[in-house]
């Protein structure tokens, strides 16, 4: 007699969302699929086009869709994502790292499948994503920010169109597009060649000698080179124009969040002047939309805290603890440990905007004479430069979270007494190691 095979039942995982969809976003054509119950055709094929995702969005409205997985490609998602939401249909913009599936069969139709099921048995993790007034201001900041890296190209061409013709100026001078500068570069746009008369435009607050700045006007005026730098210059100008004209819209957009007229705040007189300032009292906005004004926390500007709003808002609930926040934005370390055994606890790779802006921040406590900057200095003696900028980077995103959710303005005091906390557990074991040595520690009198 045959013996009878044993079959392995599958354990089905239990359905969380009955109603839930999911698409396979690509950039001419998209694949959604819902429930086989829903539906005789589980999955369909739709085109980008506008007439296209409206069909899709009625399509899953009869179906009475409550919620739709997206894969994050690029930025296809977006169309169909904003009229889904404004459906009423909840969107859950997942990560495609994820999503995988079993390697060896890929196709449109089984990723949007398995999508749709991952999703329905609820194993999906939705990306965060602020209220829709705050992604109008993040889409006009990051298009501000995308136009700030365009000038320094175009400051970059100027400098390569003054080496060519052997101008040393923005070697001399700190700015090429200061006030000195900007006045020298125009005039031989304008047809000036005299060292001396092109001198004569220098700053009193320029510290390189009248002849100094003389020999550094002396240079070999091609007309190949004189032209090139013309139009980098043009080019700065005009994208200075268009920041300009972004300002006003970000301005605008801030402004119609604001029930009542911004207040004005007092900039710090000992914060450093930003190199693009925006043409609108953002910290007073920011003080007004947040709550709580974050410039007052050490190594953050307006620049900063504008960075910061713009890609959060002022809602931090979507992150329960700190603990979520820093992790979402990968400035903790990603222990991976195996039988036992630690195997990297490197942070993970990330181009969050807001880390980055942090990153910047803490890099700009490595000379300031205040809590964070001794935090740096002792973190990057301990740990090395990059490990220590990232643990500075983290603990001003700490502070950060409990400003945002606590709505109380930094008290450097708290760091004080910390600090000072740890200078007595160091004192500590200074006369602990010195007394089994046979030594003692006595203070110095003079810097008592």
């Known amino acids: 007699m045959a013996r009878r095979r044993k079959t392995k039942v599958q354990k089905i995982r239990p359905t969380i969302n009955p109603t839930a969809a999911a698409a396979d976003i690509g950039a001419r054509e998209i694949y959604v699929a819902v429930p086989v119950e829903l539906s005789p055709t589980p999955v369909r094929r739709f085109e980008t086009f506008t007439d296209e995702l409206k069909a899709l969005v009625a399509w899953l409205v009869e179906l009475k869709i409550t919620t739709v997985a997206l894969e994050a490609t690029s930025v ?13 249909i909840a969107v859950c913009l997942v990560n495609p790292r994820h999503v995988q599936n079993v390697s060896g069969r890929k196709s449109d139709v089984m990723d949007c499948q398995w999508l749709q099921y991952l999703h329905s048995v609820g194993l999906l993790r939705a990306a965060f994503r602020p209220a829709a007034e705050i992604r109008a201001v993040r889409a006009l900041w990051r298009h501000r920010a995308a136009l700030v890296r365009q000038t320094g190209w175009c400051i970059q061409h100027v400098h390569k169109a003054l080496d060519q013709m052997n101008l040393q100026i923005h070697h001399v001078l700190t700015d090429i597009t200061g006030l000195t500068g900007t006045s020298i570069v125009e005039a031989i746009l304008a047809g000036e060649r005299d060292p001396k008369k092109l001198a004569a435009f220098r700053d009193r607050r320029v510290k390189a000698s009248l002849a100094t700045l003389q020999q550094a006007l002396t240079g070999d005026y091609r007309r190949e080179h004189l032209f090139c730098l013309r139009q980098a210059y043009e080019a700065y100008q005009f994208i200075g124009q268009q920041i300009a004209q972004v300002d006003q819209e970000l301005e605008a957009e801030m402004a119609r969040l604001l029930p009542a007229p911004a207040p004005q705040v007092p900039a710090e007189a000992t914060a450093p002047a930003a190199k693009s300032p925006t043409a609108y009292p953002a910290q007073s906005y920011l003080t007004a939309l947040c709550g709580v004004d974050l410039t007052t926390i050490p ?28 992790s979402w934005l990968s400035l903790c370390p990603d222990n991976r440990t ?21 990153r910047l921040a803490a890099q700009g406590c490595h000379h300031a004479k205040h809590e964070l900057g001794d935090y740096y200095r002792r973190m990057r003696a301990r740990l090395g430069a990059a490990e220590g900028l990232v643990a500075t980077a983290h603990k001003i995103a700490r502070i950060v979270y409990a400003v945002l959710t606590t709505h109380q303005a930094y008290d450097p005091s708290i760091a004080a007494a910390a600090q000072q906390q740890t ?26």
């Not at 200074?430 to 810097?447: E, I, S």
């Open 76 to 88: 296809y998602w977006i169309p169909l994502a904003e009229l889904l939401e404004e459906a009423g």
């Open 299 to 326: 190594g953050i500007g307006a620049l900063t805290a504008h960075t910061i709003w713009a890609e959060l808002g002022a809602d931090l609930s979507a992150f329960p603890t700190v603990k979520h926040f820093c």
């Open 338 to 358: 195996s039988a036992g055994q630690c195997l990297s606890t490197k942070t993970r790779v990330s181009a969050n905007r807001v880390a980055h802006a942090l």
């Open 423 to 448: 200078n007595q557990r160091r004192l500590a074991r200074l006369h602990a190691t010195a007394k089994n040595l046979g030594f003692q520690l006595v203070p110095d009198q003079q810097t008592a």
